[in-house]
């Protein structure tokens, strides 16, 4: 099994940045990557972004790109997103998640196997 706990939301006004962190544990040599997705409130999860542990390949929703970032401390186990130039729409519950399978497209919410709590990001217009 893999543990996930993120760390990093909080309130940011327009235009803003904040930077959240998901720090694994357990089984982490099963990991192929790590996603980042969100939630809010009255829709379904979507993908934000992802990176392949091994390479450090990365993956962006077209909504995101050029304004967040993901990295990874491979030594740490941790992963990273920054997020600038925040906007009202990127509020939501952000989760991180591991994918422990060698292949697929990252960005399914369906291919991801372990999940971390959550962490609240609200960005105030």
């Known amino acids: 099994q893999v543990q996930l706990v993120e760390s990093g939301g909080g309130l940011v006004q327009a235009g803003g940045s904040l930077r959240l962190s998901c720090a694994a544990s357990?089984?982490?040599?099963?990991?192929?990557?790590m996603g980042w997705f969100r939630q809010a409130p009255g829709k379904e999860r979507e993908f934000v972004a992802a990176?392949?542990?091994?390479?450090?390949?990365?993956y962006d929703a077209d909504s995101v790109k050029g304004r967040f970032t993901i990295s990874r401390d491979e030594a740490k186990n941790t992963v990273y997103l920054q997020m600038n130039s925040l906007k009202p729409e990127d509020t939501a519950v952000y989760y991180c998640?591991?994918?422990?399978?060698?292949?697929?497209?990252?960005?399914?919410?369906?291919?991801?196997?372990?999940w971390g709590q959550g962490t609240q990001v609200t960005v105030s217009s």
């Open positions: 998640a591991a994918d422990v399978t060698p292949w697929g497209t990252r960005v399914g919410v369906d291919e991801y196997d372990y």
């Open positions: 357990g089984r982490t040599f099963e990991m192929y990557a």
């Open positions: 990176i392949t542990w091994s390479s450090g390949t990365s």
